[in-house]
């Protein structure tokens, strides 16, 4: 499987938020947004994953952009792990049924994690751009979300 290629629109889903509220295909609509898959809170990979792109998040505000991290961690784990870092960046769980959002997106590892991907939606909800690392261990530059952003 690969990560959803740009031009399609996005698919339904529910992932959860840090509050218990579902995030879904209708709160993509009239902003444009981020989607960054990582595949495991703690780990040193996810660690200097969100560690890069915390920084950033002023440029992607700017942009109008978004950015949410996504994961098949429970979202208590991802509360932790974003506490553990110091981080703003919101979590969204797809943690039950587990993987169901991220195999919408094209974006889920055969072995049951998510993968290293980013999806940029534009505001009327279609995929504008898309990545996906060849190796888990590989962590997506921040210049690719500014690549992604200008395709918006």
Known sequence: MSVIAAGTPAPEFALTKADGEKFTREDLLGKTTVLVFYPFAFSGGCTSQLKLYEPELTAFTSRGAT??????DARQSQAAFKDALGSSIE????????????????????????TRAIVVI?????????HEEEQLGEVPSVELIHAGLDAV
Do not use: I
């Not at 950015?67 to 098949?72: D, G, R």
């Open 67 to 72: 950015l949410y991290a996504v994961s098949t």
């Open 91 to 114: 979590q969204l769980s797809d943690f039950e049924p587990k993987g169901a959002g991220a195999t919408a997106f094209g974006a889920l590892h055969p072995g049951g994690m998510t």
């Open 122 to 130: 534009g505001p009327d909800g279609v995929v504008k751009w898309s």
